[in-house]
Nanobody, 120 residues
Framework: QLQASGGGLVQSGGSLRISCAASGVTSTMYHMGWFRQAPGKARESVAVINWSGGRTFYVDSVKGRFVISRDNAKNTVYLQMNSLKPEDTAVYYC???????????????WGQGTQVTVSS
């Protein structure tokens, strides 16, 4: 089970950190990632971190602004979002998977989403 938290409303230029805690799985067996889905748009991969935390991948639109990290002792993955823009507004979903294709996680399990809203 994946439980996301930390979403909310923030002004443009602000920061927010969202978290996703995994239970019932051994986190070191999985890569983890964040996806987002804005209204009327397809779900897109935002950031991926490999099982050890030693490799990270980002979609171009968030590079330099978002940082993905994980704490395997806590079975938790984080997404630190800085310099937020209104176009970052979306429901953010965490996921686990065993395959990274390019810069995208191939998800096996999804968490429930957490809403992030950036006001202009």
């Amino acid at each position: 089970q994946l439980q996301a938290s930390g979403g909310g409303l923030v002004q443009s230029g602000g920061s927010l950190r969202i978290s996703c805690a995994a239970s019932g799985v051994t986190s070191t067996m999985y890569h983890m990632g964040w996806f987002r889905q804005a209204p009327g748009k397809a779900r897109e991969s935002v950031a991926v971190i490999n099982w050890s935390g030693g490799r990270t991948f980002y979609v171009d639109s968030v590079k330099g602004r978002f940082v993905i990290s994980r704490d395997n002792a806590k079975n938790t993955v984080y997404l630190q979002m800085n310099s937020l823009k209104p176009e970052d507004t979306a429901v953010y979903y965490c996921a686990t998977g065993t395959t990274i294709a390019g810069v995208r996680l191939i998800p096996n399990y999804w968490g429930q989403g957490t809403q992030v809203t950036v006001s202009s």
